[in-house]
């Protein structure tokens, strides 16, 4: 039991140190969060907030580059996050710059993120 601890413990240590930044994001309902990532010698915006929260569900307004998405986030693993590619290219790799923004917890009506951004 010991070493299947120990090997989580390493993973999970390994896996948050290749995040290049992260942060801690608590918002009220339609209150905006604003960022600005640097692409070479360019520099995009980000904008995201949420509008609703109903039957467990947080719906997330997200603006990148001039580009609107919208969905839905839950606090059930594998529906408690959005990844989003920084950087538009013809073929996909996995190792190419993305965001990914993580449904914590709503309280106290505002809900809690986490922001990675690998670079």
């Known amino acids: 039991m010991s070493k299947i601890l120990t090997l989580l413990s390493l993973i999970l240590t390994l896996s948050f140190s290749a995040w290049s930044e992260s942060e801690e994001i608590v918002l009220s309902k339609d209150e905006f969060y604003q960022k600005i990532i640097?692409?070479?010698?360019?520099?995009?915006?980000?904008f995201f907030r949420w509008t609703l929260y109903k039957n467990g569900g947080l719906v997330v307004l997200l603006n990148y580059d001039g580009f609107n998405k919208q969905f839905i986030l839950r606090k059930e693993y594998f529906k408690n996050s959005f990844r989003l590619n920084l950087y538009q290219s013809d073929n996909y790799n996995k190792n190419s710059p993305f965001l990914y923004l993580v449904f914590r917890e709503f309280k106290d009506n505002k809900a809690k993120f986490n922001l990675y951004l690998k670079k």
Not at 38 to 46: M, V, W
Request: avoid cysteine; hydrophobic fraction near 10%; charge should be neutral.
């Open 38 to 46: 640097e692409d070479g010698n360019r520099e995009k915006k980000l």
